[in-house]
Structure formats: structure tokens, C-alpha cells
């Protein structure tokens, strides 16, 4: 068995045999990764021409030193001893003649698998096992954190998409359907955009994610090559919501006038009931008399529609990745990025895709620190997965030492300037 430096063409036949696999675990993906200054190498484990193994290996400076890591680990049954003791101990000779001081590893290793209420629906029975002989290996376990402070995040919420759109309809939280349906009405529609039109995408989400513009072009124009992403974005029709608006404000008005009138009417003994109707009609006619003078102004300074909410989509084998979102703070109450969701997860399923993945959320068990985002993720119906999280492996020992000693002193400096 010899590592090998694998051809795009070569990685690729391999990862369409594999069972378990992510877009993370791509030449796209590394190509990008080469374009913000990394060095990248696709590697496979090779026995009589035949692949056994295979890796993205990412390579970035820290501190002057050069760290090595795998999104979402090696392609590798996890199971088998034998080829994974060998792929450890040759990636670990190859990365260590590169001066690589480090791999750092968080493969898709199943822990355990909940529903939406927080109930253990899956336990992997081979995770004790596997996790032994990950540290039996060299493996340092980096903890089990419940945030995101590691490479990727050690929970997803991933949805199971392969089912009729009117039972994942059903399947979402009532508040959130309550949400979507309003979105609908306010005059919120749902469009498919291209590559000139990242610009949404970016603008709403650059505060959020540390990544710049050229990255989202370079992955949006790389993972198109094989029409494998997709962007959405979701647009208030100014015109439409202001005749909503009127609408409803319409209604109420002639609900607080017949009540009102009621009251009045001197043969009503006992009223109470309908002073109660009255203050809550009036606390309605408020509150739709100042939607109705926000959607006449907006109407007035955006005739054209507002882009509300933006979305990346990435495909790959079955599963709708959910690569980057974000939403115009200002027009958080529209709820359009819940219409937006659920707009794009009813047009994949019925396209024939197994599941929807919204990527990462902080753990089920403690999520008062990220409730929103879990809460969120999780109200379409989703299943929580839990991995096993970060692993460090040192590659070369002597650099490795020399890492560790350069990292304490340029923390020490942080917090003397901080």
C-alpha cells in the first residue's frame, strides 16, 4: 500500500462508489480552498491500483508553520482496522516530509441521531469502538464541543425530503407555518437567481461569514461547471404588499366600526363583551394603520421590490447542501426566509432529492446560547445528527513542538495588546 496523489478524474470515480461523502470531499471544493492561499493535495490509499482511501487535504500557515486539515475526514471505512491503521501511519510519513506539523480531522462518524423533540433515535452500536481505535492510532479527540469552535460544526439539523410536499408542509412547526403563509400574503415571492446576482447574497451575509466576495463566486462558479448549486433569493413586491396592506387594513377597519356601532346601540344590556372585541380590534386597526404607512413608504422608495432573503444551494448525490444564507436585518419581520426554505426544499423534493441539510446548529442537549438557530433549523421537521468531532493526528513531532511553543507565545502577545 503507497499514498498517492490522486487526479481529479481518480478521486471522483472513487467518491461516486462511496456511501458516505459530502461536497466538502471534492476537487471543487479543494480548487476553491487553493484560491484563498492554501495548498491543497487530493490524496488516496492505493493497493494494486486499487483505491482504498482517499482525502481533501487542505494546508494553511499558522504562526509560520504549515497545519494541515480534512473537512469532514477521510473517505475511509471507518470499521476496517487494517486500511485505516495504514492510511494513518503513510499520510502520517507524507505529511511529515512536507513539514506539515499537524492533520486535524472531523470525519462523519455518526454518534447519535435525534428527532425534533430532543429523543435519541439512532445510536451508532460501532462508535465506541471506532472512536478507540482512532486514539489507539495517535488520534488526539479535541473534546466534545457543543458550539462551533471547531473546523466544522459537530451537529447538523438534516431533513428527510423524500416524501410528499403536503406532509412536509404539515411537518413544520405551526408557528413557522403561520409565517410562511403570511410571508405569502404580504406579497413575497420566491426567485432563482444566477451568477450576476450574488451580489444579494453576499451584501447579507458578509457580517456573517468570514469569507470574501471572490469566494463565492469561486464556488459558485466552479460547483456550476456541473450544475451543482444553485442560488434563490426572496423579493417583496412593494406594490402588492401595499394593496395587502390596504386590505387587511380595510377589514379591521370595518370590524372596529360594526362593534363600535354596537356598542352604541342603547338595547345592548351587557356590553362586556364587546368592549373586550373593541380593545383588541383597536389594538389591530393600530397596528395595520402603521403597516399601511410602511408599505405605502416603501412602495414609494423601492418600486421595483426589495430582495428580502438570499440563499446558496449546493448539490450532491441526493442531498441539497444549504452552503450560505442571510436576510436584510431591517425586514426581519416579512419572514421571508422562511418562505424562502421552505419554497426551495418543496421544489427538491419534488425534483426527487433525499434530503436537505441546513448545515450546522450547536448541540440539541445545550442550545440556550444558539436556541434561535436551532429552534429555526429544526422547526422544518429536521433530525439532529451528532459526530464525534475534531481529532488532531501529529505529523512531525519536532515541528510540532516548535508550533505549539510559537502558538503560547502569539497568545500571550494577543492578550498583553488586547
Known amino acids: 500500500m503507497y499514498i498517492k496523489e490522486l487526479t481529479n478524474e481518480e478521486f471522483n470515480n472513487f467518491t461516486a462508489e462511496f456511501p458516505y461523502k459530502t461536497f466538502y470531499q471534492t476537487p471543487e471544493y479543494a480548487f476553491v480552498m487553493s484560491r484563498e492561499k492554501n495548498e491543497v493535495f487530493l490524496l488516496g490509499l492505493v493497493d494494486d491500483k ?15 508553520f504549515k497545519y494541515a486539515y480534512t473537512p469532514r475526514g477521510f473517505l475511509i471505512n471507518f470499521n476496517d482496522y487494517t486500511i485505516l491503521e495504514q492510511f494513518t501511519k503513510l499520510l502520517k510519513e507524507y505529511l511529515g ?33 471506532i472512536f478507540e481505535q482512532l486514539i489507539k492510532l495517535g488520534y488526539n479527540h479535541q473534546g466534545y464541543n457543543n458550539y462551533f469552535e471547531n473546523i466544522k460544526p459537530r451537529f447538523e439539523a438534516i431533513l428527510n425530503i423524500q416524501t410528499n410536499t403536503e406532509i412536509l408542509f404539515n411537518n413544520i412547526d405551526k408557528t413557522y407555518k403561520k409565517n410562511i403563509k403570511n410571508a405569502i400574503e404580504d406579497g413575497i415571492h420566491v426567485y432563482q437567481g444566477n451568477f450576476n446576482e450574488l451580489k444579494y447574497l453576499y451584501e447579507q451575509c458578509k457580517y456573517k ?72 380590534t383597536d389594538t389591530l386597526l393600530n397596528k395595520y394603520e402603521n403597516k399601511l404607512v410602511t408599505a405605502t413608504s416603501l412602495l414609494k422608495s423601492n418600486p421595483n421590490g426589495i430582495v428580502l432573503a438570499s440563499l446558496m444551494v449546493i448539490k450532491y448525490y441526493g442531498t441539497v447542501y444549504m452552503f450560505m444564507d442571510g ?26 432529492f433525499k434530503k436537505f441539510n441546513f448545515g450546522g446548529i450547536s448541540n440539541i442537549n445545550n442550545d440556550e446560547k444558539y436556541k434561535g438557530l436551532n429552534d429555526f433549523r429544526m422547526s422544518f421537521g429536521s433530525c439532529a445528527i451528532e459526530y464525534a468531532g475534531d481529532f ?27
Open 209 to 280: 461569514y468570514p469569507r470574501s466576495y471572490n469566494f463565492i463566486k469561486d464556488i459558485y462558479k466552479h460547483y456550476d461547471q456541473k450544475e451543482m448549486v444553485d442560488l434563490y433569493y426572496a423579493k417583496l413586491n412593494t406594490e402588492e404588499y401595499l394593496v395587502n396592506s390596504q386590505k387587511e387594513h380595510e377589514e379591521i377597519e370595518a370590524k372596529t366600526n360594526d362593534i363600535n356601532n354596537k356598542i352604541m346601540d342603547t338595547t345592548q344590556k351587557d356590553k362586556t363583551k364587546l368592549i373586550n372585541q373593541k380593545l383588541t
Open 392 to 418: 488532531e493526528l501529529v505529523t512531525n513531532n519536532t515541528l510540532y513542538f516548535m508550533y505549539k511553543k510559537a502558538t503560547q507565545i502569539s497568545n500571550i502577545i494577543k492578550k498583553k495588546n488586547s
Open 327 to 352: 436576510y436584510d436585518k431591517n425586514f426581519r419581520y416579512l419572514n421571508a426566509k422562511h418562505l424562502l426554505l421552505w419554497k426551495v426544499i418543496e421544489e427538491y423534493s419534488k425534483k426527487g
Open 97 to 129: 516530509k512536507k513539514d506539515i506539523v499537524a492533520l486535524r480531522i472531523n470525519p462523519m462518524i455518526v454518534k447519535n441521531i435525534y428527532n425534533n423533540n430532543k429523543q435519541i433515535i439512532y445510536e451508532n452500536k460501532h462508535y465506541n469502538s
Open 50 to 64: 486499487f483505491i482504498l482511501a482517499a482525502a481533501v487535504i487542505i494546508v494553511e500557515k499558522r504562526s509560520g
